[in-house]
């Protein structure tokens, strides 16, 4: 659970803000009730440098020592991006970053979101569309994310549907975290299963729902003093057994009740 900046600041939101809002979380005692994430919705952006690195908004001086500060309150922190490269830097004709390909080169001019017309698609089948997408995450990620809210990802447009690009997206996610659900990674981010890959939207839904289902029922078996293997015993996430498989397979319910039993541990100690 968490914050998100859209709902009350639209696009009026910044630095100072966010600080704030860390402080409020722990101080009201949401972050002890176990709201942990923070994230910047749209307006944080502004423009391309001459290396095609995207900038913040003067609103935002030092991503990383924002990072840095929701950090230090035990909190994990991101932000929006939109799907796609910026009708901007193709304009400009930029190139992507750590390459000589220029933005013309990759973008999909028929693939536009419908609500928001910043963006152009990127044609991942061309050389430097992988490498866009792998250098946003790359350059993100050294800002010291620990999510990416991506819009405009469900659906189909113009250009077609978008699991290409969901595809290069997920890249580095899936080359860089083991496929075991619920790992810690070096700030407590949970990946859900499906690799860390983005989803389907009804797929996010029901992994949403097993996972409170199996959490709450694993807290309640703890609560009654019952030991792991007791709580195995009791199959917790029988409703999802028949879809991965209890014992067998490459994620298994017996996997994601332990890695939740392992969490809710941790949080008590």
Same mark, same amino acid.
């Given at each position: ?15 100072? =803000?966010? %600080?704030?809002?860390? @402080? ?6 949401? /972050?002890?009730? !176990?709201? #942990? $994430? ?73 693939? =536009?979101? %419908?609500?928001?017309? @910043? ?6 089948? /061309?050389?430097? !569309?992988? #490498? $866009? ?137």
């Amino acid at each position: 659970m968490g914050w998100n900046s859209w709902n009350k600041f639209r696009t009026r939101i910044s630095d100072q =803000i966010v %600080r704030e809002i860390a @402080d409020a979380m722990v101080s009201s005692g949401m /972050k002890a009730a !176990g709201y #942990e $994430y923070i994230n910047i919705d749209d307006g944080w952006q502004w423009k391309r440098d001459g290396e095609g690195n995207i900038l913040p908004n003067p609103n935002f001086p030092d991503m990383k020592a924002l990072a840095d500060y929701v950090h230090s309150k035990g909190l994990k922190f991101g932000f929006h991006i939109m799907r796609g490269i910026p009708r901007r830097a193709v304009d400009q004709d930029l190139p992507v970053l750590g390459t000589q390909i220029k933005a013309s080169a990759i973008a999909n001019k028929a693939s =536009i979101c %419908r609500w928001n017309s @910043d963006m152009y698609g990127v044609d991942v089948s /061309k050389p430097g !569309g992988q #490498e $866009y997408y792998d250098s946003i995450v790359k350059l993100y990620a050294s800002w010291g994310a620990d999510f990416l809210k991506a819009d405009d990802m469900f659906g189909t447009g113009p250009g077609g549907d978008h699991s290409s690009e969901i595809d290069a997206l997920s890249r580095l996610i899936d080359l860089t975290i083991a496929p075991t659900p619920f790992i810690y990674k070096d700030v407590g981010t949970y990946v859900v299963p499906g690799h860390g890959r983005l989803c389907e939207q009804m797929e996010v839904v029901d992994y949403r729902d097993m996972v409170v289902l199996v959490r709450d029922n694993v807290a309640d078996l703890m609560k009654q003093g019952k030991t792991l293997d007791q709580i195995k015993a009791a199959r917790p996430a029988l409703p999802y057994e028949s879809r991965y498989g209890s014992q067998t397979g490459p994620w298994t319910t017996s996997a994601f009740i332990e890695a939740v039993y392992k969490s809710l541990q941790a949080k008590k100690s």
